[in-house]
């Protein structure tokens, strides 16, 4: 494992991080300058305790507050904090970006990072999905529902800084490079 300036993390694997960008949806912001960062198998196979490997991971690299639960089944976004979803168990399927957006599907060892105003719901998961969540150092979530007032949001969402670290490979992760303003 390699160390890295703030935070640790694996060295880059370009192959396994996505990018998904979204335009404004017309019932959820999203976010047009920052994409979600999908970190595909960013769990080393050989971990027992999957959610303790993320709660850590996301801690170390400055990404707090965690819990463990599930995904709504509704659209949602924040407009005031990044959230980063890391699959412990199980399999689910959310779609990003709003009502006819994008449908990702997400397993165990899999992380995403969704800038503020994505929009998100679970359409299907598995019977035993554990999510493991979290935020940016500093950075408090509200919970908005499709249809809240865009305008509000887009003005929040802006305001929003973004982290020094990736939640998985830290200071020098994919998603430092990625997320510019």
């Known amino acids: 494992m390699a160390e890295h300036r703030a935070g640790v ?8 991080v996505e990018r998904v960008a979204l335009a404004p949806g017309h019932d959820v912001p999203n976010n047009p300058q920052l994409p979600v960062v999908v970190h595909r198998r960013a769990v080393p196979p050989e971990v ?18 965690a819990w463990r ?17 890391g699959i412990a168990r199980g ?11 994008v449908l990702v599907t997400l397993g165990e060892g899999d992380v995403a990072v ?9 359409v299907g998961a598995t ?7 979290a935020y940016p150092s500093g950075q408090s979530p509200d919970l908005r529902r499709a ?17 020094d670290a990736d939640p998985v490979q830290g200071a020098d992760g994919a998603l430092v490079r990625l997320w510019t303003r």
Do not use: Q
Request: some cysteine; aromatic content about 6%.
């Open 48 to 65: 027992d305790d999957v959610a303790g490997w993320l709660e850590a991971r996301f801690a170390a690299n400055g990404w707090v507050g």
């Open 114 to 122: 969704l800038p503020a105003g994505t929009g998100h719901c679970r």
């Open 9 to 16: 993390g694996p060295a880059v694997d370009a192959d396994a």
């Open 91 to 101: 399999s689910v399927e959310v779609m990003l970006g709003g009502a006819g957006g």
């Open 147 to 163: 249809g809240d007032s865009l305008a509000d949001a887009a003005r929040r969402i802006a305001r929003v800084p973004v982290p």
């Open 127 to 133: 019977s035993r999905l554990v999510v493991v969540g």
């Open 69 to 85: 639960d599930g995904v709504f089944d509704h659209h949602h976004y924040h407009a005031t904090a990044h959230e980063v979803l």
